[in-house]
């Protein structure tokens, strides 16, 4: 064959592919972008969002002791600062009961407010506490768990004179972490090898196989009572409810549905991930992708006003259908303003 004739089919084959490729990754746009974008004053990245008994007052954190008040139902934010010395900190986790607050952090921090954050007090740590802070939880008066980056979980009813474990050795250095309404939480190991899971009433956790050779990036909880996981490569999963059923006694590794590909044709970096109904998610990922879906993740869409955003997407949090945020880096956030239809 001739060689320019050879070269040229070689060159026509790798068109046909990358615009296959690039078809593929066409996904149907939003017809409404309900995220309106917010830049906070602060280089940090914003890792949790909380706020007080009043739905207009809260609070986010993020590292680089980045502490921000809001008191409008988070469309402005103001900076707050506490004397920490010299301590580098980074918040990672707030979470409030009523007007009773609880900020927590690393290494070793832990601050309490019973006055929506008029005023903070520093809590003492023991020094031998397994890891750093890393979630906490108010789940009533002067009750509140906390989780250590390790997986250690104490549990205070006094409002933190007295802390009581809850398993009996921690899990090993933790990825991510959630924890469902009723108390379960769901850990991704640091290499995202494993996860493991807990639930209240155990003594320690229970280690669960990966099952993809695809490493975890994050799991968490459906409203459905189904377990959600993020895999490398923009791989998305559900477990699945009609399987649970079948595993035997014994066995430690839930049943799981088909993967999903949000995304086809692409390995975007997917990150989180979160219900704003029991019928609407979205997914948010690496250099502003943000993903939804409106019949329970069947087929999906793509937020294509929010891409330019020069920031990661770590968290989405929906504090109620009517708001929620999602959480980036370089103090870049994204404030829920539902379309006319959905207030």
Known sequence: M??????????????????FCVG??????????????????????????AFTEDPQHGWLVGSRAAIFETTDGGRTWFPQEFDLGDEKVAFTSVSFYGNEGWIAGKPSILLHTDNGGQSWDRVALSSKLPGSPYRIEAIGEQTVEMATDVGAIYKTEDGAKHWRAL?????????????SP???????????????????????????????????????????????????????????LEGEDSIEEGETDEAWDDTIYPEPGTSWGLLDLDYRTPEELWV???????LASFDGGETWQKDRDVEATPSNFYNIIFTSPQRGFILGDRGIILRYEPSPENT
């Open 2 to 19: 001739n060689p320019f004739v050879k070269a040229l089919q070689k060159i026509l084959i790798l068109l046909t592919i990358t615009l």
């Open 24 to 49: 593929c990754s066409n996904l149907e746009s939003t017809s409404f972008n309900p995220w309106q974008r917010i830049d906070l004053p602060t280089g940090a990245s914003i890792l949790d969002i």
């Open 182 to 240: 009723e108390g379960e939480y769901i850990a991704v190991s640091s290499r995202g090898n494993f996860y493991s899971t807990w639930k209240p009433g155990q003594t320690a956790w229970t280690p669960h196989n990966r099952n993809s050779s695809r490493r975890l990036q994050n799991m968490g909880f459906a409203p459905d009572g189904r377990t959600w996981l993020i895999a490398r490569g923009g791989q998305l999963q559900f477990s699945s």
């Open 167 to 179: 398993v009996q050795q921690a899990v090993g250095v933790v990825r991510n972490m959630y924890r």
């Open 284 to 290: 948010t990922g690496g250099s502003g992708n943000l």
